[in-house]
């Protein structure tokens, strides 16, 4: 089973940015596709990002134009560059990975933005 976990998370003002990070162990050579998800406070988990083996990523319309998924291999870290962030933003990030074994979840990063 594939272990996640993520880091970055922090309370920002509205405009500002952050960077979160999913560092993965186990098993990631069977990792098919990595994602960001996010649940705000009384809310429905929502999927924000795709990031495939290739590199290939697709956004929610919520959040594109200002949030960029990234990965690096060498460090098993997938990224979210989070910017020009709103108070409705406001949510613990998961990450998710995808395998042939399964899926897996991190333990989830709470993210503020508030001024």
């Known amino acids: 089973q594939v272990q996640l976990v993520e880091s970055g998370g922090g309370a920002v003002r509205p405009g500002g940015s952050l960077r979160l990070a999913c560092v993965a162990s186990?098993?990631?050579?069977?990792?098919?596709?990595m994602h960001w998800y996010r649940q705000p406070p009384g809310k429905q988990r929502e999927w924000l990002t795709v990031?495939?083996?290739?590199?290939?990523?697709n956004y929610a319309d919520s959040v594109k134009g200002r949030f960029t998924v990234s990965k690096d291999n060498v460090k098993n870290t997938m990224y979210l560059q989070m910017n020009d962030l709103k108070p409705e933003d406001t949510a613990v990030y998961y990450c998710?990975?995808?395998?042939?074994?399964?899926?897996?979840w991190g333990q989830g990063t709470q993210v503020t933005v508030s001024s």
């Open positions: 998710n990975a995808l395998s042939v074994a399964g899926q897996s």
């Open positions: 186990g098993p990631i050579d069977n990792i098919n596709l």
């Open positions: 990031i495939s083996r290739s590199n290939r990523t």
